[in-house]
């Protein structure tokens, strides 16, 4: 069994950053690839970034390129998403991901994945 929790979420100003982390339980990091998903209110759940197992290759979502970061630090067992240039578009809660499938290749459809974290409030105001 793998246990996902995100921290770092809260209330920022449009135009600020935040950096949210997501720790690992239950199996080392480095046997997961990961990612970062997000739902607004009213709206489905989506793909914002992801990283492979390795953390050789990264993907995002093009409302989030070259604004959010993704990085792992397998010896810590954590997964950040540093988010610069905050919008109002970007409020959502943030949930992170795991995928057993040790490929490659960054994965961006939910069913990918097998486990899930409880989630935490990103709020971008104007």
């Known amino acids: 069994q793998v246990q996902l929790v995100e921290s770092g979420g809260g209330l920022v100003q449009a135009g600020g950053s935040l950096r949210l982390s997501c720790a690992a339980s239950g199996r080392t990091l480095r046997s997961l690839a990961m990612g970062w998903f997000r739902q607004a209110p009213g709206k489905e759940r989506e793909f914002v970034a992801g990283?492979?197992?390795?953390?050789?290759?990264?993907d995002y979502s093009d409302f989030v390129k070259g604004r959010f970061t993704i990085s792992r630090d397998n010896a810590k067992n954590t997964v950040y998403l540093q988010m610069n240039s905050l919008k109002p578009e970007d409020t959502g809660v943030y949930s992170c991901?795991?995928?057993?499938?040790?490929?490659?290749?960054?994965?961006?459809?939910?069913?990918?994945?097998?486990?899930w974290g409880q989630g935490t409030q990103v709020t971008v105001s104007s």
């Open positions: 990283i492979t197992w390795s953390g050789g290759k990264t």
């Open positions: 991901a795991g995928d057993t499938n040790l490929a490659t290749i960054v994965h961006v459809r939910i069913s990918e994945y097998d486990y």
